[in-house]
Structure formats: structure tokens, C-alpha cells
């Protein structure tokens, strides 16, 4: 197993912000908890104001996109070590593959889980779960995004 490059979690909302190209009201993580080269672990406290909330609940797409978010912080980390002075822009390419289990409710904790399965030129397959603070897996998805600056 590779080792964590992060000596400790990054929660700072503006450090958060400058390793990814979105923001808000369209950020859907705040927290890089773990680093590795090819897997990176990143969380989000859903707030009940969050875009897409509806009735209490984190939809479908809040989870997707979270996962995806999970995926272009990772690779903002990996910018700013490589010395980048902004985040690349990048979007979902292709989703294989999701699976929600269960949608979380406002207020709840998530943890991201994301490695890097394959990356060519400016495509980067990457598998993702997403879990509860009790570790519930809440979904799962595998999908391409694509770099485009």
C-alpha cells in the first residue's frame, strides 16, 4: 500500500477551493483526508442548504457529482505538488458505472474513497465509494473524466 503524502488532513474551505476548479454553490467536498499517488480518501458534510438538496435529502446527482469532485481534488492535490498555480479544469467523460445504495440526509458525513485505475494523455478512469460516518457504502461508481486545460 502506498504511503499517505498528506501529514494531516487538508479542512481549510479556501485551501479546498484552490485545488479544485469548482466553486460555490457547486462544491460538493470539503476535506482531503488521505493522498497517495494513484488513491486519495476526501470527505463532505452535506449542508441543507447545498444545490442539490431537496426535501432533507442529497440526490442522485449530489452523490455523482460529489464522487467526481472527490476525483478533481485528488488531482488538484497532484497539481499543486507537481507546482501547478491553479487547479485544471477538467469534467465526467463517461459514467461506466453507479450504484446508490442508500442517499444520505443533510448533516451527514461522507467519505470518498478514489483510486486511479488507468490515465491516458487527458482521460483518467477512476473507481470511487462512497460511504456514511458508520462506514456504510452509500454508492459506487466508476467513470472517465476528461482534462481540459
Same mark, same amino acid.
Given at each position: 500500500? +502506498?504511503? &499517505?503524502? #498528506?501529514?494531516?488532513?487538508? =479542512?481549510? $474551505? %479556501?485551501?479546498? *477551493?484552490?485545488?479544485?476548479?469548482?466553486?460555490?454553490p457547486f462544491v460538493m467536498v470539503d476535506s482531503l483526508i488521505e493522498y497517495t499517488t494513484l488513491t486519495g480518501i476526501t470527505g463532505f458534510k452535506i449542508? +441543507?442548504? &447545498?444545490? #442539490?438538496?431537496?426535501?432533507? =435529502?442529497? $440526490? %442522485?446527482?449530489? *452523490?455523482?457529482?460529489?464522487?467526481?469532485?472527490?476525483?478533481?481534488?485528488?488531482?488538484?492535490?497532484?497539481?499543486?505538488?507537481?507546482?501547478?498555480?491553479?487547479?485544471?479544469?477538467?469534467?465526467?467523460?463517461?459514467?461506466?458505472?453507479?450504484?446508490?445504495?442508500?442517499?444520505?440526509?443533510?448533516?451527514?458525513?461522507?467519505r470518498t474513497y478514489v483510486e486511479i485505475l488507468h490515465e491516458v494523455m487527458n482521460v483518467t478512469s477512476v473507481a470511487a465509494r462512497t460511504e456514511d460516518?458508520?462506514?456504510?457504502?452509500?454508492?459506487?461508481?466508476?467513470?472517465?473524466?476528461?482534462?481540459?486545460?
Open positions: 500500500m +502506498a504511503e &499517505n503524502l #498528506l501529514s494531516a488532513p487538508i =479542512v481549510d $474551505s %479556501e485551501r479546498i *477551493l484552490a485545488l479544485i476548479p469548482q466553486k460555490p449542508p +441543507a442548504d &447545498n444545490i #442539490l438538496v431537496k426535501d432533507g =435529502v442529497f $440526490s %442522485e446527482p449530489g *452523490l455523482i457529482e460529489h464522487m467526481a469532485q472527490s476525483m478533481s481534488l485528488h488531482r488538484g492535490y497532484h497539481g499543486f505538488l507537481a507546482g501547478l498555480d491553479k487547479p485544471k479544469t477538467g469534467f465526467i467523460g463517461v459514467i461506466k458505472s453507479v450504484e446508490i445504495i442508500k442517499l444520505p440526509t443533510a448533516g451527514a458525513r461522507l460516518e458508520q462506514g456504510n457504502v452509500l454508492a459506487n461508481s466508476e467513470m472517465k473524466t476528461v482534462t481540459v486545460d
